[in-house]
């Protein structure tokens, strides 16, 4: 098994699909009574958060506790670091406490990457900067899996803000290394410069989703940030909105099987119409009881649980 | 004191023996004082000069001194050092570049050349008093913004313009301030799987081409630090076929390195301009053959350890050079010595009018500014054994062809068997 899960390219196809089967046995204890597990019994567990974000946080937390491991969150409000520590010393700090595992939300691109040279533990990134975030591509993963029974040949756009979203580097490399076929749309602006090459050479990139929806299996979209407007990325949101926000007449244009998703949180009314986040064929709620599921699995092998 | 360097190599020609009196070379044997040195294997270049130094001083003691910055540069060869403006407080006043120059006397392992700042502060609106800086004591001809660009074509034209009365020259780090916004790194495939905010070429190449069409125009000399890019090579081709008055440098670090090692994510790759594609390396080491590039210039930039031991977008840009330069163009380009003396030595000492540096070795009457190196050594860089008060070398662990043995100052050695005199 890996030490860290810094990047999804750190995950071969056989870890990842491990990843996923672990997940499903974990998600089958949360219909029980007694939602926890011994596995990490002793173990301690950091969440150190340099950025806000509550769902991610709560995620880990309860994926951390019902494999009864000890859980210490570390915010950087009201902490040592907002008076200025750097990450080195914050690292040596929980090193000293004997953290198993430190799980990392960082708006810097390659912290966790900093912070495994400086700790012994494992180190989980929870999204760094505009970098990646690959729990949530395992729980995107996973809930594809659930919904449409395959990821090995499945057709996911992902839709929007591809320049500065972690989820979608995340979801290009796992979905690839998995099978699928992934397909990036947004305005150009929006799409990082060779993004095939760098990321995975299977990856199409299209600025035309009413080209792309009719052969989609999964429409993923992405929070696109109204602050994109004032740096010249599109010229209004109502423009953005109309050319690639996904709203009912798109809705139909995609195949009766295909499923909507959105890593949260929503701009209700810019990228996903409220009908299309509430219909039936949108993930969203799921995505997020999955995430539960698919970190106590990271956790779970990265600290290899007995 | 008077040396005898017996069986040396002049820029790899057959041994002979230089003699060195009275701070000049010298024709005739100085006698029974004359210090002997065994040269033979060992390669003698003009003392290298450096036109792009940050000594860090004053302001940033704690990651180098005039003082320890000079000694790194003697162990690398230098005998003249060109120290940039973006100092704390910044070199813009005759008092600065005063305190500069004279610190650098007080050390006496080089020459150090202080650079002026075009604007006052560095701050691209007004333009710093620069004939006040040229007929200070410190002489001053260069003036730079380095690490900042001088943005506005305006003050540009008008800074290209006013140097002309002391035969000055503005040293343009060319970057669309605009373009690179929160930039990190080279924009291309890599930054893109890293995350990180990308600094195109084009923003180093659209004020490269913006600024010789004005050093057209206004019939001056302009200097382009760090030339980074392929595009920035067909830039300056053209200019210079075109008869503009142009030269350019580009650093050891961008004749061999990649965007490649930013991967790991470790700060001591950060460096600006960034480091480029395997493409532009190799475009940048055929404009220095062909004298498209006229100098390597080591962007010496050392940074106290926790501005580097921290996160690549918190890090400050910037890589030690003084001491691995020769190696590094060794290694890049073998022991072509002509090419080296001229682009490491005679061609940077013209650009900053260091009449002293740069001579002709086998003339009688040259200064004896002068270094020896022995080609065939070989040496592991390790951070620690560097005399340079920081850390921050991207060549730790590298085994570097060339290592200087001794180098001369007017005469006086100021490196005897690898060492620092003082």
């Known amino acids: 098994m890996i030490k860290h899960l810094r990047s999804a390219a750190d995950l071969d196809a056989e870890t990842a699909t491990l990843i996923l089967d672990t997940a ?50 570390f915010s950087a409000k009201g902490s040592s670091v907002s008076k200025g520590e750097s990450l080195k010393d914050t690292a040596l700090t929980l090193q000293a406490m004997g953290a198993d595992a430190v799980v990392i939300r960082h708006s810097a691109s390659g912290a966790p990457h900093r912070l495994a040279n400086w700790v012994d533990g494992s180190v989980v990134n929870a999204g760094d900067g505009t970098h990646e975030h690959p729990t949530q591509a395992l729980l995107d993963a996973y809930t594809m ?47 990082p410069l060779d993004v095939a090459a760098a990321l995975s050479e299977k990856t199409q990139v299209s600025f035309d989703l009413d080209a792309v929806l009719p052969d989609s299996d999964v429409v993923m979209m992405l929070r696109v940030q109204t602050e994109r407007m004032q740096d010249s990325y599109f010229p209004s949101a109502r423009e953005y909105s109309r050319r690639y926000g996904l709203d009912v007449p798109r809705l139909h244009k995609m195949p009766e099987h295909a499923i909507v998703m959105h890593p949260g949180p929503m701009n209700r009314g810019m990228e996903i119409a409220p009908e299309v986040a509430d219909s039936p064929r949108s993930t969203i709620v799921e995505q997020v009881a999955n995430g539960v599921s698919v970190r106590m699995a990271v956790l779970y092998l990265l600290l290899g649980g007995k | 004191m008077a040396y005898l360097l017996k069986g040396v190599s002049i820029l790899g020609a057959a041994p002979t023996d230089l003699h060195i009196s009275d701070g000049v070379i010298s024709a005739e044997p100085a006698g029974q004082d004359a210090e002997v040195i065994d040269a033979s294997g060992l390669v003698a270049l003009p003392g290298l ?8 001083e004053p302001g940033r003691e704690d990651a180098e001194t005039v003082e320890t910055g000079s000694r790194a540069a003697a162990l690398g060869g230098y005998t003249a050092v060109c120290a940039m403006a973006n100092t704390s407080p910044v070199a813009d006043t005759a008092g600065v570049v005063e305190q500069v120059w004279r610190l650098g006397r007080e050390a006496g392992l080089v020459d150090v050349q202080p ?38 074509p305006k003050l540009m034209r008008r800074a290209l313009e006013y140097v002309k009365a002391f035969d000055g020259v503005i040293a343009q780090h060319a970057e669309e301030p605009r373009l690179t916004e929160g930039a990190q790194m080279h924009e291309g495939e890599v930054s893109t799987r890293l995350g990180l905010t990308g600094w195109p070429a084009v923003a180093e190449e659209a004020i490269i081409a913006r600024d010789v069409l004005l050093a057209e125009h206004v019939g ?130 013209r650009i900053a009018g260091l009449d002293s540096h740069g001579g ?14 022995d080609p065939a050594a070989r040496w592991v860089v390790d951070p620690a054994e560097l005399a340079s008060r920081s850390r921050n070398t991207p060549y730790a662990g590298h085994t570097l062809p060339g290592r200087i043995v001794a180098t001369f100052l007017r005469g006086e050695a100021t490196v005897l068997d690898g060492k620092a005199v003082k």
């Open chain 1, 24 to 73: 499903a046995e974990m998600a089958a204890l949360s219909g029980r009574e007694v939602k926890k597990l011994p596995a990490l019994r002793g173990r301690t567990v950091v969440n150190l958060f340099y950025e806000d974000s509550t769902r991610t946080r709560i995620s880990f937390e309860a994926a951390a506790k019902r494999l009864s491991a000890d859980v210490i969150n």
């Open chain 2, 115 to 152: 650079i002026g700042a075009v604007t006052v502060g560095l701050a691209g609106k007004q333009m710093a008093e620069l004939g006040a800086m040229a007929s200070s004591a410190a002489g001053v001809r260069i003036f730079s913004d380095d690490g900042f660009c001088v943005a506005d």
């Open chain 2, 49 to 56: 000069v450096d036109v792009h130094t940050h000594l860090r």
């Open chain 2, 220 to 349: 001056s000399r302009l200097h382009v630090c760090h030339v980074s890019t392929a595009g920035s090579v067909e830039v300056l081709r053209q200019a210079k076929a075109r008869g503009v008055r142009v030269t350019a440098e580009v650093t050891p670090h961008h004749l061999l390195l990649t965007d490649e090692l930013a991967s790991g994510y470790d700060p001591v790759f950060k460096v600006n301009p960034p480091l480029r594609t395997r493409k532009d390396v190799e475009a940048l080491r055929q404009a220095l053959l062909d004298g498209v590039i006229d100098v390597v210039a080591t962007d010496h930039a050392p940074h106290a350890v926790q501005d580097k031991e921290c996160e690549w977008s918190y890090a400050r840009p910037g890589m030690l050079g003084l001491e691995t330069a020769l190696p590094i163009v060794l290694s890049v380009f073998g022991p072509k010595w002509e090419l080296i003396a001229d682009r490491m030595s005679i061609a940077p000492a």
């Open chain 1, 145 to 191: 899996r659930s919904r449409l029974g395959r990821l090995d040949g499945l057709k996911v756009a992902i839709v929007g803000d591809v320049l500065h979203s972690r989820v979608a580097r995340s979801n290009v490399l796992l979905l690839t290394t998995l099978g699928a076929q992934v397909t990036v749309v947004g305005p150009p602006t929006l799409i």
């Open chain 2, 360 to 373: 002709d070795l086998t003339r009688a009457g040259t200064p004896a500014n002068l270094t020896l190196v």
